[in-house]
């Protein structure tokens, strides 16, 4: 019997053939669709190796009807979706795909940030449904990027790529951080500083720390309230770590000037989330590292970390 693998996302099958050479490869058969929570655990209680996409909750119960699970390959660099202490505690590997998306990310998320403070969205909206009537003064006017203070929630990887295009805007960069970072601050001229001084000192936030149990709802009524009236929020990393009641609240009373999110606090976002009827607001469907060629890459990651593991090899990016 040949190793089996279980993905739970249709994948170009190109990037699957070299699975296939070698172990008995199932997948999902939707390209729409994520697969349903009765076939994840009963494939999980067969195989060797799981591939999850971000949006994949694998909590203790699933993982409690694995039998011979020996790694989960999860395609991103966050893992929040991911019970790791559940899966350690069965002597399950879990990889993820650290760097290779880094720029294109850090590209979104400046692609993000340009949008929102210049209301891209709403202008396009507008022209296309007859609005631009004329070309006045203050008509679709926006919020300057260029030259302003960038805040960063998150000094990591993707962090500091922004820093580094924030950087060709002549912008001033704070950031704020578990652990400082003076090599980067030396290297780039970047100011550590408290939360509460990087949400009232800057023109323009992008979260990009990763969920845990201590950033969980680290922005909310308080924080978006020493923002200033004129500042974007841009929720990168995940979205559970900004209130979205509270951000609704913040953006409908003007307390400060737009957000541009690409993740949301529960994923897929349905058509009628209040924060999609809010003008000042850009929406994306978690889009961070949605290249091809960055998505190829991370197939690459996944497809090799199982090849070794369950060739009996130690797989790169291991998270536990
Ligand atoms: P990373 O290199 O691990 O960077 C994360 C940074 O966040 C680290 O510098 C870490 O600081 C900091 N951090 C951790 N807890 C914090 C806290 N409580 N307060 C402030 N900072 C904190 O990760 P990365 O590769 O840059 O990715 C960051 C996140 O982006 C991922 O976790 C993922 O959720 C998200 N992401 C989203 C997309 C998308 O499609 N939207 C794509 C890729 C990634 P220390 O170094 O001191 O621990």
């Not at 089996?4 to 296939?20: C, D, G, N, Q, W």
């Not at 652990?179 to 323009?204: F, I, M, N, P, W």
């Not at 308080?222 to 559970?240: C, D, P």
């Not at 400060?256 to 949301?264: Q, S, T, Y």
Request: hydrophobic share 40%; aromatic share 6%.
């Amino acid at each position: 019997m040949r190793p089996s693998v279980f993905i739970t996302r249709k994948l170009p099958e190109k990037m699957v053939a070299p699975l296939r050479e070698k172990f008995e490869v199932r997948m999902w058969d939707s390209d729409v669709s994520a697969v349903r929570r009765s076939i994840l655990k009963e494939e999980i209680s067969q195989v060797d190796a799981l591939w999850t996409v971000v949006s994949d909750c694998i909590d203790s119960e699933l993982l409690e009807a694995a039998e011979q699970l020996k790694v989960i390959v999860n395609m991103g660099v966050g893992f929040n979706n991911i019970d790791t202490g559940a899966a350690k505690e069965k002597g399950i590997i879990v990889t993820n795909t650290p760097d290779v998306l880094t720029e294109t990310t850090a590209d979104l998320a400046f692609a993000l940030l340009l949008a929102t403070a210049r209301r891209l969205n709403r202008a396009e909206r507008e022209l296309r449904h007859g609005g631009w009537l004329s070309w006045t003064p203050m008509g679709f006017t926006g919020m300057d990027v260029g030259g302003k203070t960038l805040g960063i929630i998150g000094m990591g990887r993707i962090g500091e790529a922004v820093m580094r295009r924030a950087r060709g805007f002549n912008m001033r960069v704070l950031y704020h951080n578990r652990s400082q970072k003076e090599e980067v601050e030396q290297k780039y001229g970047c100011e550590y500083v408290t939360l509460d001084q990087l949400l009232e000192r800057a023109d323009h936030v992008v979260i990009l720390a990763p969920f845990t149990e201590e950033t969980a709802g680290m922005i909310g009524q308080r924080e978006l309230g020493l923002m200033k009236k004129t500042a974007t929020l841009i929720s990168m990393s995940r979205g559970g770590i900004v209130d979205e009641e509270a951000l609704y609240e913040a953006l409908n009373d003007e307390i400060i000037w737009g957000a541009g999110l690409d993740v949301w606090e529960k994923e897929p976002v349905s058509k009628h989330h209040p924060l999609l009827t809010l003008p000042n607001v850009t929406a994306l469907p978690h889009i961070g590292s949605a290249t091809v060629e960055t998505r190829e890459a991370m197939m690459r990651m996944n497809a090799e970390a199982i090849v070794d593991v369950l060739e009996g090899r130690e797989p790169n990016n291991r998270v536990v």
